[in-house]
């Protein structure tokens, strides 16, 4: 396999890009930092990004020690990631998922409160940066590496590349939010659901066939 591999960070990429959803997580953080300092917005960004990617990073390099632990095969593991991406495409295409992150940030945003409330854990860097779909994505990915550092390195970059995109939208939360509006988040977040159901797609079937022919 040649030391960089365009083909896999460019299925990477997406897929993380699609999963992670920088485009529709943005309103959410644009919202749940409404009103406060652009010292608190700048911290609450770096904060959130730093510990998704020490989440992720984990379940990279110790989930498939956790799966062996529960006697769980990655073929059937990768089978089970492409079903839970296909219903997170499924809620992103109806807007489910812009609703609970919407019905999240208001439970989260009381009334009444006087101090800026810290959201970098939860709800952003869990689940909304390294929820269900990011944790299965980075899983399956390194699971295929088949141990080859230059692939890993192409799969963590294609992850770090869309970190780094949610770090600059959430700086720039604000600004964007007023050019971009409503309509069109919306409509990229279902096409980008589109696409995500194919790719959740072609992980049942090698999970399947990887179970059968394995």
């Known amino acids: 396999m040649p030391a960089f591999d365009l083909a896999l960070l460019s299925a990477a990429f997406v897929t993380f890009f699609v999963v992670i959803d920088p485009i529709g997580v943005m309103p959410i953080f644009a919202g749940l ?3 406060t300092s652009a010292a608190h917005r700048r911290k609450m960004a770096i904060k959130s990004v730093l ?10 390099y110790g989930g498939e020690w956790l ?3 529960l006697g769980v095969s990655l073929d059937a593991f990768r089978a089970a990631g492409g079903v839970l991406l296909f219903l997170l495409a499924l809620d ?10 919407e019905d999240r940030a208001g439970k989260l945003h009381g009334e009444g409160e006087s101090a800026p409330e810290d959201i970098s854990v939860f709800p952003m860097a869990i689940p909304m940066l390294a929820g269900p779909g990011a944790i299965a994505s980075i899983m399956l990915y390194m ?4 141990g080859d550092w230059a692939t890993q390195g192409v799969v963590l970059a294609a992850m770090a590349a869309n970190l780094i995109v949610c770090l600059v939208l ?5 600004p964007l939010m007023r050019v971009m509006g409503d309509t069109v988040a919306a409509m990229i977040t279902r096409i980008l659901g589109v696409i995500l159901a ?11 066939a990887g179970a059968l022919l394995g």
């Not at 699971?143 to 088949?146: E, K, P, T």
């Not at 194919?198 to 399947?208: K, M, N, S, V």
């Open 92 to 101: 992103m295409i109806f807007e489910k998922r812009t609703e609970r992150r």
């Open 143 to 146: 699971s295929g590496s088949g």
């Open 33 to 35: 930092t409404q009103g």
């Open 170 to 174: 959430f700086l720039a939360a604000g």
């Open 51 to 60: 510990i998704a990617t020490i989440i992720l990073l984990g379940f990279a």
């Open 67 to 69: 799966l062996s632990a």
């Open 198 to 208: 194919a790719l959740a797609a072609q992980f049942i079937f090698d999970g399947i």
